[in-house]
């Protein structure tokens, strides 16, 4: 056996990469958030990685999914082992060649990024409405709930289906699992091709479409005979739990990690068990190991071969003590008994005749944050009102289905170090934070975790990045919102958002700004300054946008605010951490030339050294929190949902808001009302030097600047602030002209400028603070 290898990586990247060891050909087509899987895949096989048969992946990509799926069946009944990747539509179109793929007993492997179907409306993330509409096509479905159960798994998946003549969807949550970075432990190639069955691999080479020993298939079949043939393949799915069994004990023997078709976790004498799939089983491990320190009878079952569904090793993973059993889904079936995790758990109850009443629940849907909070409340339901057909993690006060949930509680390790940082989509904070965590996971003996949750808009919306460190196991498959150390990257959010409230007592909290001194104090909301006192905060700041920009790196300032990052929370000493920033600078930027490679290596210098702790006051501490005005002319939609999703506080709006919009239908013109106010810096127009080509309107991409014509009673009737001059042109006679720039839309991007054909241009760049009064223009 090899010697062990660990690296960090995301659950797409461990995904792809044990499929690559067993794949000859790839056939794709991209869809989020599955896209990187084939993308990695493309990658090794441009740079002539080998596959355990010593060659390289052919990759490729068709049309749509669907031909993605019918080309996979093409490949395989060639005699290649053939892969694919897909989610959510991409894997609804799949669906009829899956059928075809199951009939004719073809190896094929299919990984999920498991992913919402589009219904009242589209989402880009995770929960298991995909993979539930295929568990009738034959497939096998092998579930993972970690980034090292993707690698595992996957590698499982593959096996099986050598050996088993059955194809397997592996599936994985979308984003929370697929795009998580963990500390992984890598399987090694050499020991994966030990574990084929060579012997079942020949026969299936040997059944392959070949002119040398033809064969019919893809035949019509009539009444008299296709329900006789379509049972002949009982056995083949009767055998199959066993073929994965056997591969999972011998991934245990090599690994040290414990599989079975149902891994149990939990008191030997547990009254009330929890049985789930996907990366809700790390929370809800956590919730048991917290509970039954407390002295209670509680367990969890982690359902890993979902199908075949094997009855008599799912009755082997309920203790003899079980009294109620709470099936959770992370999907909706609507007017169904129950969705499918219930229904099959159900069943088998039911065909045993074992004596267990059993709830069933929805949870996570669209990604939706499940908490340890919220799996006791399924606990405390089992004990309490034994209320069916539940869901959690939300307030249902429409059909008053939701469970109440308690305060949150801490079931993480005690040497687990938190922290949060708040960015904008496409300023460097997240690849700066996957860079940290892969510095600390490749350079320590430390584990990390880092999980990224994104907005719709991507870039230039807010991204929030959640970052665990330390010397145990994480299994926190949910936000950070408690942490030893936050950062916010743009100032302007802290007239957004609650950020505060996520700092421990004794916390770290990072300012990016340019306020100083009392414009500081007096941009603080009453709120924040009572909780930086209260808690005993350790209030720094730096300008990271000034020195990005005085260095020359633009609005890039994820390099100075990572190297702050590592002075401040003490997770790595700090000149080990420097080398590792300064090395990896060198590794990534030298290719485009030493200019660009000193500028970072500053960037990094100066984020250690322009730091300014700011002393918080006593008398904060007893500062009232303000009381938000609120404007009854708002319609009752942006008053409702469009203001406390912008103000990240979404997860509270109850179901009895959209009950007028059940079918998914919305109010338009909705946008208007969102003023960000996100760039640091925004165009000034200058009327004297402006030619009136409009060009900076033409090229801005969020409509922010647009030019108007006056009459001279408008231009009489404006602010006196809104400047105009003499429009220019044939039929504007009698007309002024001004270009005016939305300040609190734009982005600034600086393309107006940029464009600008005016000598010495028409527009300039200046810090938002200068201009907000153009906001009445």
């Known amino acids: 056996m090899a010697e062990k290898v660990f690296r960090s990586m995301d659950g797409n990247e461990a995904a792809s990469y044990i499929s690559y060891a067993f794949t000859e050909v790839a056939t794709i087509y991209p869809i989020t958030p599955s896209s990187p899987m084939a993308a990695h895949v493309d990658e090794w096989s441009a740079h002539g990685m080998k596959n355990i048969f010593g060659s390289r992946v052919k990759l490729m990509e068709m049309q749509a999914e669907a031909g993605a799926c019918g080309a996979l069946q093409g490949a395989c009944e060639a005699g290649s082992l053939g892969t694919t990747y897909t989610s959510s539509q991409g894997l609804m179109l799949m669906i009829p060649p899956m059928y075809r793929i199951a009939g004719l007993q073809l190896p094929a492997v299919m990984h999920v990024a498991a992913r919402t179907v589009a219904s009242i409306s589209v989402s880009i993330f995770g929960d298991h409405q995909d993979v539930m509409a295929c568990r009738q096509t034959g497939w096998a479905q092998l579930a993972s709930s970690s980034v090292q159960e993707c690698m595992d798994m996957g590698a499982v998946a593959h096996l099986s289906a050598i050996k088993g003549h059955v194809p397997v969807q592996h599936f994985f949550d979308g984003f929370r699992t697929s795009h998580e970075i963990q500390k992984i432990e890598v399987l090694d190639f050499v020991d994966m091709a030990k574990l084929v069955d060579y012997d079942e691999l020949k026969k ?397 290596l500053t960037a990094i210098d100066r984020g250690l050294e322009d730091l300014v702790r700011i002393d918080v006051p006593a008398e904060w501490a007893v500062l009232k929190d303000e009381t938000p005005a609120v404007d009854g002319s708002l319609p009752g939609f942006v008053r409702d949902v469009l203001i406390p999703m912008n103000r990240a506080a979404g997860d509270s709006i109850p179901v009895s808001v959209f009950s007028g919009n059940s079918d998914g239908i919305m109010p338009v013109g909705t946008a208007r009302y969102e003023k960000r106010g996100v760039a640091d810096n925004v165009p000034v127009w200058d009327a004297d030097k402006c030619i009136g080509c409009n060009r900076c309107s033409l090229v801005c991409p969020h409509a922010a600047i647009r030019p108007f014509l006056f009459t001279d009673e408008e231009a009489a009737a404006a602010p006196e602030s809104c400047v105009t001059k003499k429009a220019a042109g044939k039929g504007f006679e009698g007309y002024s002209y001004r270009i005016q720039v939305n300040v609190l839309d734009c982005q600034g991007c600086s393309s107006c400028v940029n464009v600008c054909p005016a000598k010495g241009k028409a527009l300039s760049m200046v810090p938002l603070d200068n201009v907000l009064a153009e906001q009445k223009n």
């Open 204 to 600: 299936f080479r040997d059944r392959a479409l070949n002119p040398e020993h033809p064969t019919l298939r893809n035949t019509g079949e009539n009444d008299d005979i296709f329900f006789q043939h379509r049972e002949a393949c009982n056995p083949v799915y009767d055998a199959f739990p066993g073929v994965v069994e056997g591969y999972m004990q011998k991934i245990s023997e090599l690994t040290g990690r414990d599989y079975k078709l149902f891994n149990y976790y939990g008191a030997p004498d547990a009254e009330r068990v929890i049985i789930a799939m996907g990366s809700v089983c790390g929370a809800a491990r956590e919730v048991v190991e917290y509970l039954t320190a407390h002295g209670e009878k509680v367990g969890l079952i982690q359902v890993h071969l979902y199908r075949p569904f094997s009855m008599k090793h799912f009755l082997d993973a309920i203790p003899a003590s079980c009294k109620v059993l709470t099936s959770l889904d992370r999907t909706k079936e609507p007017g169904a008994l129950g969705e499918p995790l219930y229904e099959d758990v159900s069943s088998a109850l039911l065909e045993s005749g074992r004596k267990v009443k059993l709830l069933g629940g929805r949870y996570g849907l669209s990604s939706k944050d499940t908490t340890p909070a919220q799996i006791k409340a399924v606990f405390d339901n089992m004990a309490g009102d034994q209320k069916n057909h539940f869901t959690v993690g939300i307030n249902d006060d429409v059909t008053f289905r939701s469970l109440p949930v308690g305060e949150n509680i801490v079931t993480s390790g005690k040497s687990i170090i938190s922290c949060k940082f708040w960015g904008l989509g496409s300023d460097g904070t997240v690849g700066a934070n996957k860079n940290s965590c892969k510095i600390i996971g490749d350079n320590t003996d430390q584990y990390v975790q880092a999980y990224f949750q994104y907005d719709a808009k991507k870039s230039g919306g807010l991204t929030r990045s959640h970052l665990r460190f330390g010397h145990e196991p994480i299994l926190s498959s949910y936000y950070v919102t408690m942490a030893d150390f936050v950062a916010c990257h743009k100032q302007s959010y802290m007239h957004s958002y609650d950020i505060l409230s996520e700092v421990k007592p004794s916390g770290i909290f990072l300012l990016n700004t340019r306020w100083k001194g009392e414009q500081l104090a007096a941009n603080l909301t009453n709120r924040t300054k009572r909780l930086l006192a209260e808690r005993n905060v350790q209030f720094y700041t730096i300008d990271a946008t000034s020195i990005a920009e005085e260095i020359g790196l633009g609005n890039r300032t994820s390099t100075v605010l990572q190297a702050a990052f590592f002075k401040l929370s003490g997770v790595l000493p700090i000149d080990e951490a420097v080398k590792h920033m300064k090395d990896a600078v060198v590794k990534t930027f030298s290719r485009k030339g030493e200019k660009i490679v000193n500028m970072n």
